[in-house]
Nanobody
Framework: QVQLVESGGGVVQAGGSLRLSCAAS????????MGWYRQAPGKQRELVAT???????NYADSVKGRFTISRTNANNTVYLQMNSLKPEDTAVYYC???????????????WGQGTQVTVSS
């Protein structure tokens, strides 16, 4: 049993900033990759950013230079600092984590419930 809970979403004007958080809890032995995805109405869910347990990051081209993903392994939390927000960033943002619940069980992906980010023009 693993739960991912996102927080920090809201409404912000274009050019503003938001910081999303996602905390993983439950039966966790270790977490490999954590990431953020987003889905706008009528659109497919897309990758925003990922970060490995070692701190290696990967970003979608559309957010490079504006968003920063980070994590605190001690409390199994991943963050997404979003700056210079644009209306095109409006979407439900979902947290994802590859979690090993036991040492002998392979990593499995888990998803959060999503948090709404709305950027007004």
């Amino acid at each position: 049993q693993v739960q991912l809970v996102e927080s920090g979403g809201g409404v912000v004007q274009a050019g503003g900033s938001l910081r999303l958080s996602c905390a993983a809890s439950g039966s966790i032995f270790s977490i490999n990759v954590m990431g953020w995805y987003r889905q706008a109405p009528g659109k497919q869910r897309e990758l925003v950013a990922t970060i490995t347990s070692g701190g290696s990051t990967n970003y979608a081209d559309s957010v490079k230079g504006r968003f920063t993903i980070s994590r605190t392994n001690a409390n199994n939390t991943v963050y997404l600092q979003m700056n210079s927000l644009k209306p095109e960033d409006t979407a439900v943002y979902y947290c994802n984590a590859d979690v090993k619940v036991r040492a002998w069980i392979p990593f499995k992906g888990y998803w959060g419930q999503g948090t709404q980010v709305t950027v007004s023009s």
